[in-house]
């Protein structure tokens, strides 16, 4: 499967525990963002990363989320002490070259995170 | 502050009639707008785009429209078919090259 690949597809946690949600983008794309989707609403921008670089975290929380894209592996983004707000869909999506325009973004199926 | 609206929730249109779907936006610096089509349980895939500079761009059943007065574009589907039965998501790029995302329509195609 030469897609985007996100694990797991779903992700049960209480609150206070950490999630873990990976994501291996195309194969040749080195731009990775994260989306957010809450019920009824659209896909909000979360962060843009390259390999080992945070381009724009402008979307992120301040507190508790943190995202990385390791030279080797796959992107992670990490949520520590989950909360209930923070149960959603969370989308990885890459391309080859910046978003947007001409270059299309290639999506993942998604991680749905349930908060307990 | 929603930048991209997409106000009809959902639409329900009859096999091999024409569906139209609406997104209006408040920022005159979008340059790039962009539909995409999620099917449920799968990831957003890329369907057609535009810029700013074109006011119609057609790719086969799917034609999208954009009017820059009225900060409005559309994507019309004809013939539709039950395999467009799907939420389209309009998108826009903003100066920072970020996508700026509407709320989704979920459209249902009756045979």
């Known amino acids: 499967n030469a897609g985007v690949m996100q694990n797991p597809r779903h992700l049960v946690r209480r609150r206070g525990q950490e999630a873990r949600l990976r994501c291996s983008p195309m194969k040749g794309h080195s731009h990775v963002y994260w989306y957010r989707q809450l019920p009824e609403e659209g896909l909000k921008f979360m962060v843009y990363?390259?390999?080992?670089?945070?381009?724009?975290e402008s979307g992120m929380p301040k507190e508790r989320f943190s995202a990385e894209f390791p030279k080797e592996g796959p992107s992670i983004l990490r949520i520590q002490q989950v909360v209930r707000g923070d149960s959603a869909a969370y989308f990885c999506a890459s391309s080859p070259d910046r978003q947007g325009g001409n270059e299309k973004l290639f999506f993942g199926s998604g991680t749905q995170l349930s908060v307990l | 502050d929603q930048q991209v609206k997409q106000n009809s929730p959902s639409l329900s249109v009859q096999e091999g009639r024409i569906s139209i779907l609406n997104c209006d936006y408040t920022n005159s610096m979008f340059d790039y707008f962009l539909w995409y089509k999620k099917y449920p349980a799968e990831g957003p895939t890329f369907l057609i785009s535009?810029?700013?500079i074109k006011d119609k761009n057609e790719d086969g059943r799917f034609t999208v429209f954009l009017n820059k007065s009225a900060k409005h574009l559309s994507l019309h589907i004809v013939p539709s078919q039950p395999g467009d039965s799907a939420v389209y998501f309009c998108?826009?790029?903003?100066?920072?090259?970020?996508?700026?995302w509407g709320a989704g329509t979920k459209l249902i195609i009756k045979p």
């Open positions: 535009i810029s700013s």
């Open positions: 990363l390259q390999k080992e670089n945070i381009i724009d």
């Open positions: 998108a826009a790029r903003d100066s920072n090259y970020q996508l700026i």
